[in-house]
Antibody, heavy 124, light 110 residues
Framework: QLQLQESGPGLVKPSETLSLTCSVS??????????WGWVRQPPGKGLEWIGT???????YYSPSLRSRVTISADTSKSQFSLKLGSVAAADTAVYFC????????????????WGQGTMVTVSS | QSALTQPPSVSGSPGQSVTISCTGS?????????VSWYQQPPGTAPKLLIY???SRPSGVPDRFSASKSGTTASLTISGLQADDEADYFC??????????FGGGTKLTVL
């Protein structure tokens, strides 16, 4: 069955770039029926959508993070990645990658399969 | 980008029903049937319970049901069980091609 696994540094210094990769096993990210997204959750707080990518390259970003976020996909490795620049303490969170259904109108919809999440701390 | 509004907490006794509301706007819940609900026990990843307002993925019990009216979506859990105790989040698609989550609701089973 499809599984997602986040990987990347657990500690990032302020003002630097956070980089995470999501590896997808048991299936391909080159599916017409799905999008691939990133969600984060600061300690003790709620979920925040970061952004989403379609394998062909279309991207969708949270307005509040758009200026600092880049999501890309490598179909040959069945991976997609997140880069968040100029990080600060407020970016400390568990970062989840997830598969998203394609909704009516061919736009990203619900997150149906999630990775276990990876904790990223921003600190000097 | 304002989050959808959920009550911080709800509670109920085993066997009872509880309803969690999720209030959005005329830019999201009111005009799109793309509301989803997630269950997140402590220390775990969220799990999809409901998509497209009221559809259940395979394996989700029919004790979980959902609907929407106007700018508000609702999740109802009937026949409460101890392991229903978790955080619940709603999510909606928005007219600017973005997604937004609710702030989350902590369900306590008394």
């Amino acid at each position: 069955q499809l599984q997602l696994q986040e990987s990347g540094p657990g500690l990032v210094k302020p003002s630097e770039t956070l980089s995470l990769t999501c590896s997808v096993s048991g299936g391909s990210i080159s599916s017409n029926n799905y999008f691939w997204g990133w969600v984060r959750q600061p300690p003790g707080k709620g979920l925040e959508w970061i952004g989403t990518i379609y394998y062909a390259g279309s991207t969708y970003y949270s307005p509040s993070l758009r200026s600092r976020v880049t999501i890309s996909a490598d179909t040959s490795k069945s991976q997609f990645s997140l880069k968040l620049g100029s990080v600060a303490a407020a970016d400390t969170a568990v970062y989840f990658c997830a598969r998203q259904r394609k909704g009516v109108g061919a736009n990203p919809d619900a997150f149906d399969i999630w990775g276990q999440g990876t904790m990223v701390t921003v600190s000097s | 980008q304002s989050a959808l509004t959920q009550p911080p907490s709800v509670s109920g006794s085993p066997g009872q029903s509880v309803t969690i509301s999720c209030t959005g706007s005329t830019s999201d819940i009111a005009i799109y049937n793309r509301v989803s609900w997630y269950q997140q026990p402590p220390g775990t990843a969220p799990k999809l319970l409901i998509y497209d307002v009221s559809s259940r993925p395979s394996g989700v019990p029919d004790r979980f049901s959902a609907s929407k009216s106007g700018t508000t979506a609702s999740l109802t859990i009937s026949g409460l069980q101890a392991d229903d105790e978790a955080d619940y989040f709603c999510c909606s698609y928005r007219s600017d091609n973005t997604l937004v989550f609710g702030g989350g609701t902590k369900l306590t089973v008394l």
